[in-house]
């Protein structure tokens, strides 16, 4: 692949995925980049000190799939972990968790998708995942965000989208 393991300055086309129209989402983390596809599948390719790539700690020069339990239908990158959101309300996570990034309850880093335990009322209400640096966060749908507040402060509430 042009420009592995050098620096590269200008804009460079990559081989596998040149002229694949299946590519529909693109995340860059800071040092490695994952592109999700139409049919729900990931590809990830550069630095993998931490996990990042989803299959171990090897880098790759060029796109290999990631490992994933569901169709991915979010995805998001971080310096050094990756997130996805799955077509079944599941989250999963992989990379670096030394400042708990990855939502586990630990500094452990994952090398392969890891599931977050989501509570109930929050698993299927997750409409997009996001990442930072060295946090992540999860954007709920408002309504369901809405009746969950209401229901932890013992309220009633009626929503409608």
């Given amino acids: 692949?042009?420009?592995?393991?050098?620096?590269?300055?200008?804009?460079?086309?990559?081989?596998?995925l040149s002229g694949n129209a299946n590519a529909v989402q693109i995340?860059?983390?800071g040092g490695h980049v994952l592109v999700r596809l139409r049919d729900g599948s990931v590809v990830a390719w550069g630095r993998g000190s931490s996990g990042e790539l989803g299959g171990g700690t090897a880098a790759a020069?060029?796109?290999?799939?990631?490992?994933?339990?569901a169709d991915?239908?979010?995805i998001a990158a971080g310096r050094?972990?990756?997130l996805a959101l799955l077509s079944d309300g599941r989250v999963v996570g992989w990379g670096s968790a030394r400042c708990g990034q990855l939502g586990l309850g630990d500094t452990v880093d994952k090398t392969i998708p890891t599931e977050l335990a989501l509570t109930p009322d929050v698993r299927g209400s997750v409409k997009f995942?996001?990442?930072g640096g060295h946090?992540?966060?999860?954007?709920?749908?408002?309504?369901?965000e809405r009746a969950r507040r209401a229901h932890v402060s013992g309220e009633r509430q009626h929503t409608s989208v």
């Fill in 1 to 16: 692949m042009p420009g592995a393991n050098k620096v590269v300055s200008s804009p460079r086309v990559v081989p596998r």
């Fill in 27 to 29: 995340a860059v983390g």
């Fill in 61 to 69: 020069a060029t796109p290999k799939q990631v490992e994933l339990p």
């Fill in 72 to 74: 991915a239908v979010d």
């Fill in 80 to 82: 050094e972990h990756s």
């Fill in 129 to 131: 995942v996001c990442a």
């Fill in 135 to 144: 946090s992540s966060a999860l954007l709920l749908d408002e309504a369901a």
